[in-house]
């Protein structure tokens, strides 16, 4: 079964700090997609990335990083410099290609204080 | 342009009394899915459907019931709404399997049962 796991609960930084936000995955399958989503005081779901099992290349845009590592089963999220707008939930999101459905993690809260 | 939409947004319920949920796309996407948001779960599955009139259960099903007899629409209903069934209630679209285009999420539902 597939099961994510986001390590910190809640984080919190000052403006201009870097920091990263933790996901482990587990999954049987070969093929399978990760996700990360925000989700600002507002309530909406943000999509910020998707990764297929066969890419591990890290990405980049902007202020927003992402390091995939299948040896460790992790999938982490780094925001460079961060800002007082960064300061939402964030979730880590798993899905198989076998069956379709999206499992999150718990969510990792952050708030970057100015 | 919201491409789904979810009503209502908020809702106020008496314990024992049935409620509707609807989601509604103008994607034409053939999945769709129903979750629920509380603290420290994430978002967990009730409810999907992989065409009209095809459903099938998610990890957290029970006490709930869905209904798809068209292809835009996917209701979500509570036959008896319990205090437990208080929540954020987002509908999500996939075009496919598996999520080249990643999933489109609702605004989400509030839903309060006193």
């Known amino acids: 079964a597939q099961k994510v796991t986001q390590v910190q609960t809640e984080i919190s930084v000052v403006e201009k700090e870097d920091v990263t936000l933790d996901c482990v995955y587990e999954?049987?399958?070969?093929?399978?997609?990760l996700f990360w989503y925000k989700q600002p005081p507002s309530g909406e779901l943000v999509f910020l990335i998707r990764r297929n099992s066969f890419d591990e290349q890290n990405e980049i845009s902007g202020r927003y990083s992402w390091n995939f590592q299948k040896s460790t089963s992790s999938f982490n999220f780094t925001i460079t410099a961060s800002q007082v707008v960064d300061s939402a939930v964030y979730f880590c999101a798993l899905s198989e290609a076998s069956g379709n459905k999206l499992v999150f993690g718990a969510g990792t809260i952050l708030r970057v204080k100015s | 342009d919201a491409g789904i939409t979810q009503s209502p947004r908020h809702k106020v319920t008496e314990t024992g009394t049935p409620v509707t949920l609807r989601c509604h796309q103008t994607e034409n996407h053939r999945y769709m899915y129903w979750y629920r948001q509380d603290p420290g779960h994430g978002l967990r599955l009730i409810h999907y459907s992989y065409g009209v009139k095809d459903t099938d259960k998610g990890e957290v099903s029970d006490g709930y019931s869905v209904s798809r007899s068209k292809t835009e629409d996917f209701l979500l209903t509570l036959e008896s709404a319990t205090s437990s069934q208080t929540s954020v209630y987002f509908c999500?679209?996939?075009?496919?399997?598996?999520?080249?285009?990643?999933?489109?999420f609702g605004s989400g539902t509030r839903l309060t049962v006193v």
């Open positions: 999500a679209i996939s075009q496919g399997a598996p999520p080249r285009t990643g999933y489109t």
């Open positions: 999954t049987r399958d070969t093929t399978y997609y």
